[in-house]
């Protein structure tokens, strides 16, 4: 009825202004010295341009999916033992700042190392992913 048609490369430019978006955000809550909020942030920007490359490969809406490995997979990506092994890091960060546990270990263990190291890594991943579109 007034369902828009589906369009790939509005849907694929949406995505990937969204990651861009996500990934800004998690260099501004790096620099509050929000360090849990500033992984999870990129989680998402890793999350959104897998959705890009999904809908851009697959031609069809991205499917619901937090978990970046599966994601990836269903985009079509060829993944080796250490990509594997870094998207299931990001992945965590999504789960561990949205139900920290009731020690907080994982705010705890957010150092300003800790967290410029992984978000590094999260950006290097972010580019790969990039460089996989059209």
């Known amino acids: 009825m007034g369902e828009d048609k589906f369009n790939a ?3 694929i430019k949406y995505w990937l ?7 800004q955000i998690a260099d501004h ?6 360090f849990s909020y500033a992984l999870f942030f990129g989680h998402l ?3 959104k341009i897998l959705k890009a490359l999904y809908v ?7 499917p619901p999916l937090h ?19 870094r998207l299931i890091n990001i992945t965590a960060f999504n789960i561990e700042a949205r139900y920290p546990d009731l020690k ?3 705010r705890k263990k957010c150092t300003p ?16 992913v990039r460089s996989q579109l059209p």
């Open 113 to 128: 190392e800790f967290t410029n190291q992984q978000l590094d890594s999260t950006k290097e991943i972010f580019q790969w």
């Open 104 to 106: 907080r270990s994982f």
């Open 17 to 23: 202004i969204e990651a861009e978006e996500a990934l």
């Open 45 to 47: 920007a890793i999350e």
């Open 56 to 62: 851009s490969r697959q031609g069809k809406h991205a």
């Open 9 to 11: 490369e509005k849907l």
């Open 29 to 34: 809550l790096l620099e509050k010295k929000d």
């Open 67 to 85: 978990n970046l490995v599966r994601l990836a997979k269903e985009a079509g990506l060829e993944l080796d033992k250490n990509k594997i092994d």
